[in-house]
């Protein structure tokens, strides 16, 4: 019987990691950022963004596993939900393509090149300061730690987020380094980068509406 539990807990891990990979690629700034670093600056500055928002993760995931249901009536979600606002808006800026410069760091007159932890940085930051990430952990987790009691298991939780996490943005910002998209990249890069801006502009303006519309025990 403890074999047969033991092996059911296994599978809801993996069908778990399984449907987290996958549902990175749902619309958001992560998304966003890594999908831009990828195009734009190759596999490891995709991955830096991807690492950085992986990180972000261990601090929602902590959140999570520790307080669970309690989070719904968090009083400071509104403010850091209008601070992600803002640091979507500064990234969006930041994206936006400008006359006479290049995003390509190996054209003349090309913008200064970011630095891996610069890449890293933006992906940590933008996912830790996104309240929506937490809640939607928690509606993913709460069946699952209402169903195992053991102390151990919210950290074996908490690894099955974080660790596909990393390997699914690494994963994706591989396949973005085939040479069709890299060709597409290169051929429209002004108006891609417009449409990263935008989204990212989009985004902020999604946390700003959460924020104002922000009550207790609704998910915003």
Same mark, same amino acid.
């Given at each position: 019987?403890?074999?047969?539990?033991?092996?059911? #807990?296994?599978?809801?891990?993996?069908?778990?990691?399984?449907?987290?990979?996958?549902?990175?690629?749902?619309? @958001? %700034?992560?998304?966003?950022?890594? &999908?831009?670093?990828? $195009? /734009?600056?190759?596999?490891?500055?995709? +991955?830096?963004?991807?690492?950085?928002?992986?990180?972000?993760?261990?601090?929602?995931?902590?959140?999570?596993?520790?307080?669970?249901?309690? $989070?719904?009536?968090?009083?400071?979600? %509104?403010?850091?939900?209008?601070?992600?606002?803002?640091?979507?808006?500064?990234?969006?800026?930041?994206?936006?393509?400008?006359? @006479?410069?290049?995003?390509? *760091?190996? #054209?003349?007159?090309?913008?200064?090149?970011?630095?891996? *932890?610069?890449?890293?940085?933006? @992906?940590?930051?933008?996912?830790?300061?996104?309240?929506?990430?937490?809640?939607?952990?928690?509606?993913?987790?709460?069946?699952?730690?209402?169903?195992?009691?053991?102390?151990?298991? %919210?950290?074996? #939780?908490?690894?099955?987020?974080?660790?596909?996490?990393?390997?699914?943005?690494?994963?994706? /910002?591989?396949?973005?380094? &085939?040479?069709?998209?890299? =060709?597409?990249?290169?051929?429209?890069?002004?108006?891609?980068? #417009?449409?990263?801006?935008?989204?990212? =502009?989009?985004?902020? +303006? @999604?946390?700003?509406?959460? =924020?104002?519309?922000?009550? %207790?025990?609704?998910?915003?």
């Amino acid at each position: 019987m403890v074999h047969v539990e033991f092996s059911g #807990m296994v599978w809801e891990l993996l069908l778990f990691a399984l449907f987290f990979i996958f549902s990175q690629l749902s619309p @958001g %700034p992560d998304v966003a950022l890594v &999908f831009r670093a990828a $195009l /734009s600056r190759g596999f490891r500055a995709g +991955a830096a963004v991807g690492l950085g928002c992986s990180a972000g993760l261990v601090f929602h995931a902590a959140l999570v596993c520790s307080l669970g249901a309690a $989070l719904l009536d968090w009083t400071y979600a %509104p403010y850091v939900c209008a601070a992600a606002g803002g640091w979507l808006l500064f990234l969006a800026w930041k994206v936006y393509p400008r006359r @006479g410069v290049s995003q390509d *760091a190996g #054209m003349e007159g090309a913008a200064p090149k970011e630095s891996l *932890a610069s890449f890293f940085r933006d @992906g940590l930051v933008s996912n830790v300061l996104n309240p929506k990430v937490t809640f939607f952990l928690l509606s993913l987790a709460t069946p699952l730690l209402r169903r195992h009691d053991e102390p151990w298991f %919210p950290w074996v #939780m908490g690894l099955a987020m974080v660790v596909p996490a990393a390997c699914g943005w690494m994963l994706w /910002s591989g396949l973005l380094q &085939f040479p069709v998209l890299r =060709a597409c990249y290169v051929r429209h890069t002004r108006g891609i980068e #417009m449409v990263f801006a935008v989204l990212l =502009a989009v985004f902020a +303006a @999604g946390c700003f509406v959460s =924020a104002a519309a922000w009550s %207790p025990s609704v998910q915003g």
